[in-house]
């Protein structure tokens, strides 16, 4: 199994990006994915989730309202839309494939990261 994450890069406060996640050997149409995210020094924290057909979500306070996560069953991908950027939403962005949302942090499978760096 593989999770490829993607889309990560330095972006000013207030601004987007969006990280895609490919996902390869697993039934991916049948897998919730989630986005975890780990600053430097501090303990990797739940960012998202999405059931396996898409109609379910959920998301962590601190980017309720800013980011948005989806997913393309047919490309076996999942994204992550990062609206109004602020400095805390530094760190390594990961994404997760699991049995279900409330279990993603206990997730199956994990990709590498890619990098989110907002700042000015």
């Known amino acids: 199994v593989q999770l490829q994450a993607s889309g990560g890069g330095l972006v000013q406060p207030g601004g987007s990006l969006k990280l895609s996640c490919a996902a390869s050997g697993l039934v991916f149409k049948r897998s919730a994915m989630g986005w975890f995210r780990q600053a430097p020094g501090k303990e990797r924290d739940f960012v998202a989730a999405?059931?396996?057909?898409?109609?379910?979500?959920y998301y962590a306070d601190s980017v309720k309202g800013r980011f948005t996560i989806s997913r393309h069953n047919a490309e076996n991908t999942v994204y992550l839309q990062m609206n109004s950027l602020k400095p805390e939403d530094t760190a390594v962005y990961y994404c997760?494939?699991?049995?279900?949302?409330?279990?993603?942090?206990?997730?199956?499978?994990w990709g590498k990261g890619t990098q989110v760096t907002v700042s000015s």
């Open positions: 997760a494939a699991g049995k279900s949302i409330p279990t993603i942090a206990a997730a199956d499978y």
């Open positions: 999405i059931s396996w057909s898409g109609g379910s979500d």
